[in-house]
């Protein structure tokens, strides 16, 4: 079992920086990959990044590529999501997951995690 608290949320004006924090408790994090996706209501939960389990490898979102950047802290059992260059199409409740996974390999489909945080809104104003 993996249990995970996502924190860092808020409101934030277009242009700005967030930071997402998840904190992750039960099975070793450092067995688990980990990723971020995001929902805005009606729609779909979409995929934001991952970090593998080693923290070797990363994968974004075209729509967050250059602007988001996922790392992974091993000895505070904790994933962050750095996000710069905020637009008010990046706001959505963001949901933190973590699945057991191969060292190098990314998961960016929902099916592939086992474990989803409660989420944290993130509102970015024009």
């Known amino acids: 079992q993996v249990q995970l608290v996502e924190s860092g949320g808020g409101l934030v004006q277009a242009g700005g920086s967030l930071r997402l924090s998840c904190a992750a408790s039960g099975q070793t994090f450092s067995s688990t990959a980990m990723g971020w996706f995001r929902q805005v209501p009606g729609k779909e939960r979409e995929f934001v990044a991952a970090?593998?389990?080693?923290?070797?490898?990363?994968s974004y979102a075209d729509s967050v590529k250059g602007r988001f950047t996922i790392s992974k802290d091993t000895a505070k059992n904790t994933v962050y999501l750095e996000m710069n260059s905020l637009r008010p199409e990046d706001t959505a409740v963001y949901y933190c997951?973590?699945?057991?996974?191969?060292?190098?390999?990314?998961?960016?489909?929902?099916?592939?995690?086992?474990?989803w945080g409660q989420g944290t809104q993130v509102t970015v104003s024009s």
């Open positions: 970090i593998s389990r080693s923290g070797s490898r990363t």
């Open positions: 997951a973590a699945t057991l996974g191969a060292s190098r390999t990314v998961f960016e489909y929902e099916w592939q995690y086992n474990y």
